[in-house]
């Protein structure tokens, strides 16, 4: 897998290289707001993409992850970076390519749920992380999570994004749940 990649020629370089040397899958890392917004040409040759959402959201949002200043902007859940993972996972879907998710963003339960529902096909995160992201995933569906996904991509902010996933996703107290008969 290629990291930093920028370029749909850098890909073509990389992937033919791999090839040349035996490998039978060659992938880039997407951690660049150009790669994301070229993921159908560079996924035209890559075998699949992995979204690096750390230096995404940093390069993204103009924030080094380093600079305590500008801490506050280093946040996956920002529409921008948001509306980055959904051009990857939607040239995925359309070429048939994995898209993964790797970064701290995948451990964040409610996070990988809005991420699955922007296409992601698989997430990486640390072993402590890994029961409560299955715990989430699991009680949702595809469609809760691609409407999760749209009620984030609609904030102004990452903060906002957060409230509306989290308030959709909250379960209804019993008063007001509906009742069948």
Not at 3 to 11: D, L, R
Not at 49 to 76: C, E, H, K, W
Not at 155 to 178: S, T, W, Y
């Amino acid at each position: 897998m290629a990291p930093m990649v920028a370029t749909v020629e850098e890909t073509q370089y990389f992937t033919s290289l791999a090839r040349e040397y035996g490998l039978k899958t060659a992938g880039v890392m997407v951690e660049i707001p150009s790669s994301a917004l070229l993921a159908d040409r560079i996924l035209a040759h890559a075998d699949f993409a992995s979204i690096g959402t750390n230096d995404l959201t940093q390069y993204t949002m103009a924030a080094d992850r380093m600079l305590g200043s500008v801490a506050g902007f280093q946040d996956p859940w920002h529409p921008a970076v948001l509306r980055l993972v959904r051009e990857v996972g939607d040239a995925g879907a359309r070429l048939d390519k994995p898209v993964g998710i790797c970064g701290e963003a995948a451990a964040d339960p409610m996070l990988a749920l809005v991420l699955v529902g922007l296409g992601a096909t698989s997430l990486s995160m640390a072993p402590s992380a890994l029961a409560d992201v299955r715990h989430t995933l699991s009680k949702h569906t595809l469609d809760e999570a691609r409407n999760f996904a749209e009620l984030a991509l609609a904030a102004d902010d990452a903060a906002g994004a957060r409230l509306a996933v989290a308030d959709a996703a909250a379960p209804l107290p019993p008063h007001q749940k509906e009742t069948t008969s």
